[in-house]
């Protein structure tokens, strides 16, 4: 095998982002596309030259020719083509959320103990080179015991817009943060007290603010706010401070590192995680796909995250948004 043949299961705006990507990748082969809009479909199939296409996932589950899948479907519809493709033999890279049920994450944990096929949740910042080094740094010691960390991940109201009516603010950024809390601790979380504010009355709260309790005796607090506003510079507002016994580790991945000012305003756009570079779609998500076909081709377990990580990582933000709907604080 030259190459791997994936196929990405799911074409809304990110699904899109990911066939960019793979399409990038010199050891991967776009190989085929499945989402259940027949317009859709075929509007990214002519838009990427690939020609084996369906709208239902368990036909292309059947394609012997597919070595792996890229599930990028909606957060609470990750688990059924997640396990079928694991039972169909096909190597599967998930984006994050796990799943949207701690019983799901369950199950998906399971199904990949069963199966000789790889798999691996796609938590993109731990391929973005400033959180990898801050975790390279602790593991050498140099900020001592995390006492403390503090993330903050807002997104302007327009983005927020079109996302908050799906996903709330807490499991849908926070979940990143969540992640790296744990990567960078090696702790549990054992409770988790949240609040949350609904200024624009959709499906979700337009901002939450969450306190977690490890059981190393760290705190962690999570900021995610919606509601930036629209004229904002950056998609992005994401910084991290790391505090230890002996040091301690900052992360601005905002501006002002990249900014242009036309006669529409001031920007910042995007040079980590999805930047186009050479007409090519690169950053993290390219490297956390290529890490993923990497493993596939050599025959080498993924490691930069388990799916017990990943769902711990749910775990932990689902408590979150319990404890902002009761008022209570929850254990884990």
Not at 1 to 14: D, E, P, Q, Y
Not at 147 to 168: C, D, E, H, T, W
Not at 234 to 258: A, C, W
Not at 300 to 306: E, G, H, L
């Amino acid at each position: 095998m030259n190459k791997v043949r994936v196929a990405v299961i799911g074409l809304g705006w990110f699904g899109e982002k990911h066939c960019e990507a793979l399409s990038g990748i010199p050891h991967v082969e776009l190989h085929a596309l499945c989402t259940r809009t027949e317009s859709r479909l075929k509007e990214v199939a002519k838009t990427f030259g690939v020609k084996k296409t369906y709208t239902d996932y368990k036909k292309l589950l059947a394609d012997p020719d597919v070595d792996a899948v890229s599930v990028v479907t909606m957060w609470d519809q990750h688990t059924a083509p997640t396990l079928a493709a694991l039972k169909a033999g096909k190597h599967v890279f998930l984006e994050k959320p796990m799943a949207s049920t701690v019983a799901d994450c369950e199950k998906i944990v399971k199904a990949t103990k069963a199966s000789s096929k790889f798999f691996m949740v796609g938590h993109i910042c731990r391929f973005n080179p400033r959180y990898a080094a801050a975790k390279d740094a602790i593991a050498e010691g140099k900020i001592g015991r995390i006492v403390s960390m503090y993330a903050r991940r807002n997104i302007p109201a327009f983005v927020g817009q079109s996302v908050l009516p799906k996903i709330g603010p807490i499991i849908g950024d926070g979940v990143h943060d969540t992640d790296l809390m744990l990567w960078y601790s090696g702790a549990k979380v054992v409770s988790a007290y949240a609040q949350t504010v609904n200024v624009r009355k959709l499906k979700n709260p337009d901002l939450g603010w969450t306190m977690y309790r490890f059981d190393s005796g760290a705190i962690g607090v999570l900021e995610d706010t919606g509601v930036l506003p629209d004229t904002t510079a950056f998609q992005i507002d994401e910084r991290m401070e790391i505090i230890g016994t002996e040091g301690s580790i900052h992360i601005h991945e905002t501006h002002p590192n990249f900014s242009i000012v036309d006669k529409t305003g001031w920007h910042s756009p995007d040079t980590t995680y999805w930047p186009s570079l050479h007409g090519v779609r690169a950053g993290a998500l390219r490297e956390e796909l290529s890490y993923f076909a990497t493993c596939v081709l050599e025959g080498r377990k993924p490691t930069v995250i388990t799916p017990e990580e990943s769902a711990a990582a749910v775990r932990a933000c689902l408590a979150a948004e319990e404890s902002a709907a009761t008022g209570k604080i929850v254990k884990l």
